[in-house]
């Protein structure tokens, strides 16, 4: 069966300090994917990458930085966390274009 | 902007109803569209895809209307069942670049 883990599940984080999500796939995918969601503004995406050692910008890019330095991980990083980054981020992954996204559980990020 | 727009923000049906979830779209470019189904706790999960070339697709209860024209799409649940209740998101992908965007998503609840 697929499988996205993410870690950690939830973090609390203090205003201007770094914060590093993981994901790590087992799918064999050479697509990942890092979504934000809020309350009431679905899903997001912030970064997403095609292939190792390379990212492309989503459509909510400003804040974050992403790196995929093999084909199954691929981390988010907010080099100065601030309180509206506290949002559920999900990370996914996919064959490729027009093909299954299989999301992992979310990791639950508070930003005081 | 909102490139992919769902409507209604909420809707609750009484179990064996019909339930019919509205989605639009703005960008030509766009001609893959999955709906993915979430449980509150979870990620998303696929539930039935439409390719801008087919008008219609059907998976057990689950049928996607497609209007290219009109840039607009309906996902149809029959006989709904208390099981279904969960949030629906349609998705929209561009496949030249394999970025796929969400829209807000449908909240369907439905009542035994």
């Known amino acids: 069966e697929a499988a996205v883990t993410q870690s950690p599940r939830s973090k609390v984080a203090v205003t201007g300090g770094k914060v590093t999500l993981s994901c790590h796939q087992t799918?064999?995918?050479?697509?990942m994917y890092w979504y934000r969601q809020d309350t009431g503004h679905g899903l997001r995406l912030i970064h997403y990458?095609?292939?190792?050692?390379?990212?492309e910008k989503g459509d909510i890019p400003d804040g974050y930085k992403a790196s995929r330095p093999s084909q199954e991980n691929f981390s988010l990083i907010l080099e100065l966390a601030s309180l509206s980054q506290t949002a559920v981020y999900f990370c996914?992954?996919?064959?490729?274009?027009?093909?299954?996204?299989?999301f992992g559980a979310g990791t639950r990020l508070s930003v005081l | 902007q909102q490139q992919v727009r769902q409507s209604p923000q909420s809707l609750t049906v009484w179990e064996g109803e019909t339930a019919i979830l509205n989605c639009s779209y703005e960008?030509?470019?766009?001609?893959?569209f999955p709906w993915y189904q979430q449980f509150p706790g979870e990620g998303p999960a696929l539930l039935i895809s439409?390719?801008?070339?087919?008008d219609k697709k059907e998976d057990g209860r689950f049928t996607i209307f497609f209007n290219k024209r009109e840039k607009k799409l309906s996902l149809h649940i029959t006989d709904s069942q208390p099981g279904d209740s969960a949030t629906y998101f349609c998705?929209?992908?561009?496949?030249?670049?394999?970025?796929?965007?969400f829209g807000d998503g449908t909240v369907l609840t439905v009542k035994p």
């Open positions: 996914a992954s996919s064959s490729g274009v027009e093909n299954t996204l299989y």
């Open positions: 799918n064999n995918h050479d697509y």
């Open positions: 990458s095609y292939v190792a050692d390379s990212t």
């Open positions: 960008d030509s470019t766009f001609n893959y």
């Open positions: 439409i390719r801008s070339v087919s």
């Open positions: 998705a929209a992908e561009n496949t030249n670049t394999g970025k796929l965007t």
